[in-house]
């Protein structure tokens, strides 16, 4: 199975944000530590200055004048130390705090010279320059531990991450719905794919993005590729038909002459077997025939018209009298007293009514009872075919419309495309068949369900 869309989605978008998080973590440290260090540098070389106009020249001594409280006013904050030194050129100390390191003299000027050095193992900032004295140029240096300096920059680098890594959760929460919307087209495509029947292969009609309306294009020219061959195929089924029903016709015309012509008993028999035989082609061929005409495609031969079920069934009803009578099944038909209208092809409603009352009739056994019922109801317009023969196992409802398909052990002959035809005559009107027992839970019911006509003011 493919990993899906919205993963991988997000993958990509990941892997980028990521990456641009983590090159803009460190540009966020470098930028925090630069700021940190000019803002403090700066304040470092105010000390200094600071150091400086409290330098004192008594009879060329020099000294500071610095006491406690001015000092910790240097420091600018507790966490951090501040040292300093005022050096003779020649690197005497002449006062402050002798364990620093000396600068460079030689890179000396009157310019702040920073830089930074690692005393006792605490990392300081330092700064020195040369400021003129009464007989000489003297030096001046400075220093502070960095705890400020790192907390600072520290503050920055945080604002910056937290800040990118809300970013990454609402886009990646942005992506994971958005996907989802942005796929919710496809959903309609696949939803108008599985709410068709098998047999339609008419043009998907859905109004999407550009990007979905390609697939839509090319599953539309699949569609009338294959509606074509299959058009190319039902009219195959149907002209062959058609030609074989005539020589057919003819066969038995001349079989039935030669059983009149044939004298011995024996060539009777042969001849009787290839009549009946010649009768039984001719019922596919018939059948063949009529199922190409009903299936939804053939729309050229239906005729749509208002009917009224109840005249059509019961006509329909009236010639399968001789076959129940001959069966000893009592046949019982049930009309409404209103016309029972629906919007359909007669000859299809008929070629239905037919295959359900002489599937009954023949498959009950002598005896049996086979009731006929049109209802209407809520709408709906029923014809309901109920008998109580051997009905049909729950696990052979489907496959009972299958074509050429009948129920293994079935006695009586019969072509297995009565149902098959029933169920084209039923999906061509958009009716509905279900097949259940009797009310007493024996038998078979064959309920076809259509939508009653209504005639619009
Ligand atoms: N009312 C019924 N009671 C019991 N079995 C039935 C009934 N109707 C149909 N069947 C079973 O379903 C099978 C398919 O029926 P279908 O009408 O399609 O074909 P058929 O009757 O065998 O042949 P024909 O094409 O001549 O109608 C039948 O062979 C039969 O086994
Ligand atoms: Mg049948």
């Keep these: 199975m493919k990993r899906s869309i919205r993963k991988q989605l997000l993958l990509w978008l990941l892997i980028p944000l990521l990456s641009l998080s983590a090159f803009s973590s460190v540009g966020a440290f470098y930028i925090g530590e630069n700021l940190a260090r000019s803002i403090y540098d700066r304040e470092l070389v105010n000390s200094a200055d600071s150091v400086v106009a409290r330098v004192k020249n008594q009879d060329g001594k020099i000294t500071v004048d610095l006491p406690v409280a001015a000092l910790s006013i240097l420091r600018h904050n507790n966490r951090d130390e501040f040292y300093f030194q005022i050096l003779s050129p020649s690197g005497q100390l002449l006062a402050g705090h002798n364990f620093l390191p000396q600068p460079k003299f030689e ?23 040369t400021f003129p004295n009464a007989t000489d140029n003297l030096i001046i240096q400075v220093a502070e531990t960095r705890n400020t300096r790192k907390e600072l920059t520290h503050q920055i680098a945080f604002t910056v991450l937290a800040s990118q890594f809300i970013l990454i959760i609402c886009a990646l929460i942005a992506v994971w719905f958005g996907v989802r919307r942005g796929l919710s087209p496809l959903a309609r495509v696949e939803a108008a794919v599985n709410s068709r029947s098998p047999g339609d292969l008419s043009m998907l009609e859905v109004n999407e993005p550009s990007e979905i309306k390609s697939l839509v294009n090319a599953l539309n020219n699949l569609l009338k590729q294959l509606s074509d061959d299959v058009e190319m195929q039902k009219r195959f089924i149907a002209n062959a038909a058609h030609q074989l029903r005539t020589p057919i016709a003819g066969l038995g015309t001349y079989s039935a002459l030669a059983r009149k012509l044939a004298k011995d008993d024996e060539s009777k028999e042969v001849l009787a077997e290839l009549d009946a035989g010649i009768a039984r082609m001719g019922k596919v061929v018939g059948r063949l025939l009529m199922l190409a005409r009903s299936e939804p495609g053939a729309s050229s031969t239906r005729q749509m018209s208002v009917v009224d079920l109840n005249s059509v069934v019961s006509e329909v009803t009236a010639t399968k009298v001789p076959d129940a009578i001959q069966q000893k099944i009592e046949l019982e038909f049930h009309s409404t007293s209103e016309p029972a209208l629906i919007y359909a092809d007669p000859s299809g409603i008929e070629e239905l009514a037919s295959n359900l009352i002489e599937n009954s009739i023949l498959y009950t056994p002598s005896g049996g009872t086979v009731m006929i019922e049109v209802a209407v109801r809520n709408g709906t317009t029923t014809l309901n075919v109920e008998d109580n023969g051997p009905g049909i196992p729950h696990e052979e409802k489907e496959r009972i419309f299958e074509r050429f398909y009948r129920l293994p052990g079935t006695e009586k002959s019969g072509t297995g495309l009565g149902l098959a035809i029933v169920k084209e005559v039923v999906s061509s009107h958009k009716a509905k068949i279900d097949v259940s027992s009797g009310p007493s839970g024996q038998g078979a019911s064959f309920k076809v369900s259509f939508a009653t006509f209504k005639r619009t003011l």
Aim: aromatic residues 18%; proline residues 4%.
């Design 107 to 129: 890179q000396l000027n009157l310019n702040p010279q920073f830089r930074f050095f690692k005393l006792k193992e605490r990392q300081l900032r330092a700064v020195a320059f």
